[in-house]
Structures are given as C-alpha cells and as structure tokens.
C-alpha cells in the first residue's frame, strides 16, 4: 500500500514533468497544495470519476486556475476519463488539458477558472444552489440534496476585489456546506507577497461570517484531516481553512520561492527533485501501487448507487416532488408546456398594446413565467425597485430559510455575475440577475466567462441609454451594447415594447447553450402594430416592421434600421417620409446576434443588399453599425459621452429627433 506522502508526490511529478514537456505552465502551486488535494480527494469528496455528471457529487473548484496541473493530475489518477496521454499534452491544442481549466474539456472540471477569484465566486454559487435546492426539495428522513462544495484558492485570488463580494454574501447566507482553503504560501508572480499584501486573512473571513481554521500545517495529512472534519461539523457557515504551505514543496533550490511559480522547473531541477521526494520514476511513469491508492472509481460507484437508492424511497414518499427534481435537475429539461404558453403570452402583448417601459414590459414577462417555471431564480445588485425584477411570487433566499427564488445580492455586481455562474454550472435553476447596463461595467468578467463555458445565464440590464437623463454620463451607457453584442456565444437583446420584451425572455429562457442579455428602457416606449408573422419573426432577431414599397428590391428609398427606444422613433420617421413621398421600410432588430444567425436568404430579404440608403439609428456607440449600413449608409448614434439632464432634452440635444432622422435620409437621397 502506497503511502500518503507517495500519493501526494504522483501529483507533484505529474505536474512538473507536464510543465517540463509544455515549457510553459505552473509546477508551484500543484507541487504545494498536493498533501492538502490528496487527503481531500481520498477521504472526503464525494465523487464518481466514472460518471462525473452525478447530480449529488460534491463540487471541487480550483480557483487558483493558474495551478491546472492539481486538477488534471487528481481527475487522472482518481479515474476520470484524462488518460495519460493527455497530461503529456498540456497546453497543446485540442488537448483536453489546456493551460487553464476549462468546463467542457475535461471530464469532472466543474468550472472554468484563471482569472483570480472567478473561481471562489463561483463556487459559492455552487454552495448557494445546493442549499436552495436542498430547501425546495429535501423532507424530513429524505436528503436527496446533500454535498459540499469545496474550493482552492491563492492570495491572488484574496487580492481581487470579487472575493470580496462574494465571500461577504456567503457568510450573510450561512453556506455550511461551503468549504475553502486558503494556499497560504506568501508567493505571487512579483514575489514574496509581504510587499503588497498584509492583509488579517483569517480576521477578515471571521468578520464575514465564517468559521475560520487558522495555521494548519498543509504538509501535515493528519492536521488537514482533522481540519476538514471539523469544517464539515459546522453547519451554519462556510468554513476558510488557512493551510500554510511552500510553493513547489520538494523542488530542493526553487521551492518557497517565486521562480517556480509559473514557469518550467527544468530538467536539473527536476531530477533534484525526484531525489529530494524519494521518487525515481520515469516522467510520467505512475507504479501501479499508486493507482490503486488513488481509484475512487469503485467507491464512486457505490457512494452514487446508495444516492440512487435514496432517490427510490423518495420518490416512494414523495412522487410529485420527485418528478420535479428529475425533470430540472436531473433532465434538465422546461415543463413540456411552456414554449406553447410563452407564445400564447406574446400574441396577447401584441393584443394588449401597452406603451410602457420595455423594464416595466420585463417584469410583466418575469411575472407569467416565473408561475411556470419554479427554477426560475432571480436577482438585483441593489435596485430592484429600479430593475424591476421582482414578482408576486419572489420569495428571498436568506441564511434561516434558503426555499426561495430571489437572492438580494446588495452592491455586488461582479459578486452577483461570477455567483450567476455557479449556480448555473451546478444544475436545478435557471438564473436572471439584473443591475443598470453601465454596471455591467463592473462585471464585465463574470459575463464573459458565461459565455466562454456556454451556459445558461439571463442578464437583466436596464436604464439602457442617454434616455435615462439625469443621473448624467455616470450612468449613461455608450459603448456597452456593442461590448455585449461582440462577445462570442452571447446573445443581446436590446427590444422596443412589451412583445418583443416577451419574446427576448423567451428566448433567453429556452436557450440552454450559452448566456442572454436582456437590456431594457427607463422610459415608457410605444406599442409597434404587428401581424402574426411579424412577431413569430422576432425570434430571428431582425424582421421587417413596416414597409410602403411594392416589395420588389429595387423599389426601396431607403431602410431604417433601429433597437430598442430607437424603433419608436425609426416608426415616425418613416410616416414622415413616406408623407413626403418615399418608400420606407422600417427594421427592428432587437437581436443583431441571431440576425447574424440567419440564412443569407434571410439576411438579403430583410436588409437587401442592392439598397445604399440605410441608416441605423441607436443611442449607443455608432462604430457598431457599420457592417449593416455600408460604406454610404448613415449612422444616427453616439461617439461622445452623455450629459446630465432630463431624458427628452438629451435626445433632441443629440440628434435623436424625427426632424434629425428625415434630413439624413433626404442628404442621402441627393447623393
């Protein structure tokens, strides 16, 4: 039987024999944190390396990103499906083992981390889900929903600012089952960290709410046990374990220094270290003892059938709740009825007629499917007065009673997005979370990850433009809209009344593969005439709202083209035109991501491509346009910031008038 010391040492070659081969990566945080990972993964987590997806398993997040070698080398000998072939190829292209870990590559990596304290805020989204979950569906003698999360994290992930956040509103929630430790080496990229970050660790999490476990030796296996089970017996908050440890532990002449922090060890070193560790193995050569001491497939296996039986005595006692934890968690799947529904909901807006605000337009659509769908969880960085984001049936989630749908996340944007994350990742609900969309800002990060993994995730962003007036340039967003829309896999909807507003929550609720930003008005908008064609079209994105010409191609004036509070306007203007004797076509285009989407043949019918005059009117950045209006097209937008004054007189003071729009089109026709 292999030793302790000898399973901990398998990570530690595995990981700087794989940076060795890449020349590039980070041997010092996998070689220090092995003792801490190993006594975890073989004692503690609950996991089935042979089916990773198993909905109890216990999370494990890596915050420190940077350290990918822990994980790929833990996922390998513990059994997951990584073979060794793959480790060799660390950091290669199409690897499953890239240079950072990232959800969808590999086999049990729970999310994608790297940039310092993604991976902590993610993780107590993780650790908020269970508890949530485990509210709405555990009866007493029945815990179907019962795993911990766990999380690695350095001082670069401390430093940022988004643990912060996060950590704060875990101790505020009382996440038991949310346990963190801390890779106290006193090392980053610059250096011994005393220069730069002196900061109480241990005080500052005990002023949050944790429990803190201080001083623990993290080359002692004993003492990291004892400190683990004593995490896991505190039951009412989330637990910070402080693992003093050296960076690159067994490197004779680089350990506990910055030098093998993120770069190779080199081939003398390395060989220094096999001695030092006892280990005389060949490079990426595992004796079969070790295997054996590190297989949690067997075990694995048994801890999921016992989970499975479980399930079978709660479905006995409680049939409909059972049905229900398999269809969201499990299947992952929307009551079988809600797209019918959903629709009929947006032909009775078209019917209705409203001229509201399109955030007004979106907390109606939160309050009908949010009584379909009891996944639904929602959320406001502090304004849901001004988001509107809050329903009949909210509930709040709060440390005494977690059973509800909407965290109150406070002034915690990023905090907010990052958590979004892992909830989504976990499984069980679908997520919306709202702030102004100049906040966005602030959590620009956490959005861009959702995409990068591709999951599922409703960001609420409203008081969208200079429209919102008063509060000034602060909180006047210009260039934000074409930030979103230019994110991979991220779908932005930016809609002009209360169908469209529907129609973009519905969209963002069927899509499974990647995140949506909703982006709403302050201001009231006016209700667009449709026919039913018209609005099943929405869903492509960008449709012909109106037309006067004889739809032949070569009959068009010209097209405006406009989202949003901008469609109203794109709609008046073309009267006047075609008061003046012009055939105008009017195109909404609430998702240019999905327009985008589209056939050619599609494409070329809404915006045909034999017709110059095109103009795109939007208060947000002009740059985005281009591509739609063309070299002798005209773009209606912003390229400065706003002002500070009521909304109406910023709109005419930058150009967002009919009169504005009809000489722009009348300058074209006279070229």
Request: include cysteine.
């Amino acid at each position: 039987m292999s030793s302790r010391k000898d399973l901990a040492n398998a990570i530690r070659a595995l990981s700087m024999d794989a940076v060795q081969k890449a020349q590039s990566g980070h041997p010092g945080a996998p070689m220090g944190m092995a003792d801490i990972a190993e006594v975890l993964w073989n004692d503690f987590l609950k996991h089935n390396p042979s089916n990773p997806n198993w909905a109890d398993r216990d999370r494990f997040v890596l915050s420190n990103g940077h350290g990918s070698m822990l994980i790929y080398s833990l996922l390998h000998l513990s059994g997951y499906d990584l073979p060794i072939d793959e480790l060799k190829q660390f950091r290669q292209l199409h690897s499953k083992t890239p240079g950072h870990p990232e959800y969808g590559y590999t086999p049990g990596i729970e999310t994608t981390t790297g940039p310092l304290g993604a991976g902590v805020s993610n993780a107590v989204g993780m650790a908020i889900a269970e508890k949530t979950l485990a509210a709405q569906f555990n009866r007493k003698g029945h815990h179907i929903v019962d795993h911990f999360t766990y999380c690695f994290l350095g001082d670069g992930c401390l430093m940022e600012g988004l643990s912060h956040e996060v950590c704060s509103l875990a101790g505020t929630l009382g996440l038991g089952k949310l346990i963190a430790f801390w890779d106290d080496n006193g090392i980053s990229i610059d250096g011994n960290v005393e220069g730069w970050f002196t900061d109480n660790t241990p005080a500052r999490f005990e002023a949050y709410g944790w429990h803190v476990i201080s001083n623990i030796d993290g080359h002692d296996s004993q003492a990291i046990s004892d400190a683990i089970a004593q995490a896991k017996a505190i039951t009412d908050k989330p637990t910070m374990i402080c693992c003093k440890t050296i960076i690159g532990f067994g490197s004779p002449n680089k350990s506990g220094s910055h030098s093998c922090h993120g770069a190779p060890l080199g081939d003398d070193e390395i060989a220094a270290a096999r001695e030092f560790l006892n280990w005389p193995h060949a490079p990426f050569e595992i004796p079969l003892e070790v295997y054996k001491g590190w297989d949690a497939k067997a075990k694995g296996f048994d801890a999921e059938q016992s989970w499975h039986a479980k399930f079978d005595a709660y479905k006995a006692a409680h049939p409909e709740l059972a049905a229900e934890y398999q269809r969201r968690v499990i299947d992952k799947a929307l009551p079988t009825d809600f797209e019918a529904k959903a629709n009929q909901y947006i032909k009775l807006c078209q019917q209705q007629g409203q001229h509201i605000a399109s955030r007004k337009a979106s907390q109606n659509a939160i309050e009908v499917f949010g009584s379909m769908l009891p996944e639904l969880l929602g959320g406001s960085a502090d304004l849901a007065g001004s988001n509107l984001t809050l329903w009949s049936g909210s509930k709040g989630i709060s440390a005494e009673d977690a059973s509800g749908n909407y965290l109150f996340y406070g002034v915690r944007e990023f905090g907010m997005s990052g958590i979004m994350n892992g909830i989504s990742l976990h499984d069980g609900f679908i997520n919306y979370g709202a702030t102004f969309l100049m906040f966005m800002e602030y959590a620009r990060n956490a959005v861009r990850m959702s995409a990068l993994m591709g999951i599922q995730n409703i960001f609420v962003y409203t008081h969208d433009s200079i429209g919102q007036g008063e509060d000034g340039p602060t909180h006047q967003p210009i260039e934000q809209i074409a930030n979103l829309r230019l994110t991979p896999n991220l779908n932005t909807w930016r809609p002009c009344d209360s169908v469209e507003s529907a129609a973009a929550w519905k969209s963002a609720i069927i899509r499974k593969e990647g995140p949506s930003a909703l982006i709403f008005s302050r201001q009231g908008l006016p209700h667009q005439a449709r026919t039913n064609e018209q609005v099943a079209a929405i869903e492509k994105g960008g449709y012909i709202l109106s037309d006067n010409s004889s739809n032949s191609q070569g009959s068009l004036d010209v097209i405006l083209i406009a989202t949003g509070s901008e469609v109203g306007l794109a709609a008046d203007s073309a009267t006047k035109l075609r008061e003046l004797g012009h055939k105008v076509r009017v195109v909404s285009m609430p998702c240019t991501n999905l327009f985008d989407a589209q056939s050619s043949d599609y494409q070329n019918s809404v915006l045909p491509l034999d017709v110059e005059n095109v103009i795109a009117i939007e208060t947000a950045h002009v740059d985005f346009w281009h591509k739609y209006v063309g070299r002798n097209g005209k773009i209606i937008g912003m390229s400065t910031f706003g002002e500070s004054a009521p909304g109406p007189v910023l709109l005419e003071h930058f150009g967002f008038t009919v009169d504005k729009v009809v000489d722009a089109a009348l300058a074209l026709f006279s070229k």
